[in-house]
């Protein structure tokens, strides 16, 4: 029997079989980072005490691509840390200066510094928040005089800071989320409180599920 060409030719053999491995292997990756898990690292303190800057965490995809699947929208829980994508500033500015109404988009802006941000859910829409005498206020027809919740996440070393700075009075829009960081001190975070504005659900990447770096603080979420 003749010999067949990869017998002849092995080395070709074995460059085909390597190709093959190198590319499963990106295509595996591409399709876990795009629908299974993302990772990112924390920068700057926004987020202090809970993450601090240079913190790598991984970002759960699996359930904003299953609720994608089954035609809804992702809605996070109340407390949780999601990474979300940034709003193109410049546009927003272009239709302030305008005197209209920014309209909302879904589309990953170019060209924008900190394209991804992680803070923590606050409230949901129809919900009112305030914040006054640095306290953050959540008003809903469950809570009509009004609850304030993240003092279950707060401990002496963990979660949000006691103290809120602003004053705020504003209701969540339909199909939008007031979020906050943890250091609500001064100006330590950019946020729902003061200028970032509440986010559209289709910007969420993800909830936070793990701390994956420093390993010595390795932790759940």
């Known amino acids: 029997m003749e010999p067949t060409f990869f017998q002849k030719h092995p080395l070709v053999k074995d460059l085909l079989s390597l190709a093959i491995f190198v590319g499963a292997i990106v295509l595996g990756t591409m399709f876990l980072n795009t629908y299974i898990y ?20 991984i970002v759960n995809r699996a359930a904003v691509s299953w609720a994608h699947f089954v035609g809804q929208e992702y809605v996070p829980e109340r407390g949780q840390i999601i990474v979300f994508m940034n709003e193109d500033e410049a546009k927003v500015a272009e239709y302030k200066a305008a005197g209209v109404e920014h309209p909302m988009t879904c589309n990953l802006p170019a060209n924008v510094s900190d394209q991804y941000i992680i803070k923590r859910v606050i409230a949901f829409p129809g919900e009112r928040v305030t914040v006054k005498n640095g306290t953050m206020t959540i008003y809903n027809d469950e809570h009509p005089d009004g609850f304030v919740y993240d003092t279950e996440w707060r401990t002496d070393t963990d979660g949000p800071k006691a103290h809120t700075s602003g004053e705020v009075d504003a209701t969540v829009p339909d199909g939008e989320l007031f979020v906050s960081g943890d250091n609500r001190e001064g100006s330590n975070s950019w946020d729902s409180r003061n200028g970032l504005g509440t986010i559209p659900y289709c910007r969420v990447i993800g909830p936070v599920v ?5 390993f010595d603080k390795m932790r759940t979420f």
């Not at 993302?38 to 965490?57: A, F, K, P, Q």
């Open 210 to 214: 793990l701390r994956l770096f420093p």
């Open 38 to 57: 993302r990772s990112y690292n924390v920068v700057g303190g926004s987020m202090e005490n809970t993450l601090h800057g240079d913190d790598r965490v």
